[in-house]
């Protein structure tokens, strides 16, 4: 059973940058590909940022590109999501996912098997 565990979260003000990390434990790390999502109050959860394990490509929503990397470390069983220029429409309860090697639509919550706790990021204007 694998498990996800986030971490990094925070109250920051606008313009700043956090990074969330992601431990990833029980299975072999780098046989899944790896999202971020999140979700804010009285909103559906949406697609953040994810890692495709087969094609090495990474992929963003269109309201995080060019503030926002995803990055993993094999080593550490640990993906990560560099925030920067956070905006305060980027507060939300954010949650890393595992989705298995072959699965391609990684802008989709289905296409992930284990998810994290959440953490939570808030950015003051």
């Known amino acids: 059973q694998v498990q996800l565990v986030e971490s990094g979260g925070g109250l920051v003000q606008a313009g700043a940058s956090l990074r969330l990390s992601c431990a990833f434990s029980?299975?072999?790390?780098?046989?899944?590909?790896m999202g971020w999502f999140r979700q804010a109050p009285g909103k559906e959860r949406e697609f953040v940022a994810a890692?495709?394990?087969?094609?090495?490509?990474?992929n963003f929503a269109d309201s995080v590109k060019a503030r926002f990397t995803i990055s993993r470390d094999n080593a550490k069983n640990t993906v990560y999501l560099q925030m920067n220029s956070l905006k305060p429409e980027d507060t939300a309860v954010y949650y890393c996912?595992?989705?298995?090697?072959?699965?391609?639509?990684?802008?989709?919550?289905?296409?992930?098997?284990?998810w994290g706790q959440g953490t939570q990021v808030t950015v003051s204007s």
């Open positions: 996912a595992a989705a298995p090697i072959g699965r391609v639509w990684l802008a989709q919550p289905r296409s992930y098997d284990y």
């Open positions: 029980g299975r072999t790390f780098s046989s899944y590909s």
């Open positions: 890692m495709s394990l087969s094609s090495g490509s990474t």
